[in-house]
């Protein structure tokens, strides 16, 4: 360990965050005209870099060695950044960030990459994108699902696909509602409604592509309808109309379980189909506030809750869908601003038997330890 910690203090020495050091340090012979505040302000937050980090240099192989699972720094760094563009980032932004295929001048996404810009981040060594795309190769029930994605059929996300399937998954359905009363809709109608969606948009500007801008990415109004247009004829088998409450949620339900499915598979599993209570907890904080999710990982990693056990794939996907379908009932379950295991189990026997199958044959149970790890993860006073 000394020899390493050596080693890097060698490597500091000859690098320029060393010469940034020294630099800080003979700044009084320097003149106000070769060294303004600016330049300052940036020199000493280099100054500060070998004192706050050199620990976690010197520590991170031994760390490393008895861990193989955990991860890097710069991993986090990229996976925090990452987490705030899926959450403030405009439409474009979004779609840049994580469309990594150029073709002829324009982006496109793989499946994958799709996949990976609607999912946070959850401080969890996961498989890397290219290791899920030749795992879900041979994922019968995914190959099925994405197809409603890619509607011109041609294997990757368009942009037009990309601002078509965000603004859908992130209208709820009580919008839809509120405007069709009747709980119908037609194709007109849904394309009407999605198109006046995406222009309030407050991030983003449909223009021609024809007129001269400066941006990457670029779209016009007939390409977006044209696509909503063949989405909804490809994901409801050419229905003039369809059913809200049917048709509309069922068709959410597939590509959230798409969604789950590659999240589940992509955590490192414990067994057969079953990954660890720790990293579900894990996954529990990376879907709230980004700015609160580092306290409530401090729970996880100095164990101030009890994680052992196991969750299934099908405790997993039953657990989340009970989450989001409980918007209605969450005055029933926080009592007194309290979660009660109780009320949860209750209601998810009321609920599960309306959770679609679509041919999956899930075994629609949740683990009670999956419950205690939520409230005692959130639970800010130390009480359950």
Not at 17 to 25: A, D, N, R, V
Not at 269 to 289: H, R, T, W
Request: net charge positive; proline share 2%.
């Amino acid at each position: 360990m000394k020899n390493f910690y050596y080693e890097n203090l060698k490597k500091l020495k000859s690098s320029k965050i060393f010469l940034s050091f020294k630099f800080y340090q003979n700044r009084k012979n320097y003149t106000n005209k070769n060294l303004n505040s600016s330049s300052f302000k940036y020199y000493r937050q280099f100054f500060m870099f070998p004192i706050l980090f050199m620990p976690k240099i010197a520590f991170s192989k031994d760390e490393e060695e008895k861990n193989s699972n955990s991860l890097e720094m710069k991993e986090i760094v990229k996976g925090e950044y990452e987490n705030r563009i899926r959450s403030f980032a405009s439409v474009e932004k979004r779609f840049l960030v994580f469309a990594k295929v150029k073709q002829i001048g324009d982006y496109k996404m793989t499946y994958g990459q799709f996949l990976q810009s609607l999912l946070p981040f959850n401080y969890i060594k996961t498989k890397s994108v290219e290791e899920m795309e030749k795992y879900l190769q041979t994922n019968e029930i995914f190959n099925r699902l994405i197809k409603y994605v890619d509607v011109n059929n041609d294997n990757f996300i368009n942009f037009e696909e990309f601002i078509c399937l965000s603004v859908l998954l992130t209208t709820p359905i009580l919008k839809f509602k509120e405007k069709f009363p009747d709980g119908k809709i037609t194709r007109s109608e849904f394309t009407d409604f999605l198109m006046e969606h995406i222009r309030n948009e407050g991030s983003f500007k449909i223009t021609s592509k024809s007129i001269m801008d400066g941006r990457i990415v670029k779209t016009d109004e007939l390409l977006l309808r044209q696509c909503v247009m063949d989405f909804f004829t490809k994901a409801f088998n050419n229905d003039t109309k369809i059913s809200i409450d049917k048709d509309l949620k069922i068709f959410k339900f597939k590509i959230y379980l798409m969604l789950l499915i590659y999240e589940f598979f992509s955590i490192p599993q414990v067994g057969d189909k079953k990954i660890s209570m720790e990293n579900f907890a894990k996954v529990l904080i990376s879907y709230v506030n980004i700015f609160r999710s580092k306290k409530l990982l401090s729970k996880i990693t100095e164990k101030k809750i009890d994680l052992e056990g196991e969750v299934t794939f099908d405790e997993y996907l039953c657990f989340f869908w009970l989450l989001n379908n409980i918007f209605q009932e969450k005055n029933q379950i926080f009592k007194d601003k309290k979660l009660s295991i109780e009320d949860f189990k209750k209601l998810f026997k009321e609920k599960i038997n309306s959770c679609p199958d679509l041919g999956l044959k899930i075994k629609k149970s949740i683990n009670e330890k999956q419950l205690k790890v939520m409230i005692e993860l959130f639970d800010e006073n130390g009480k359950i």
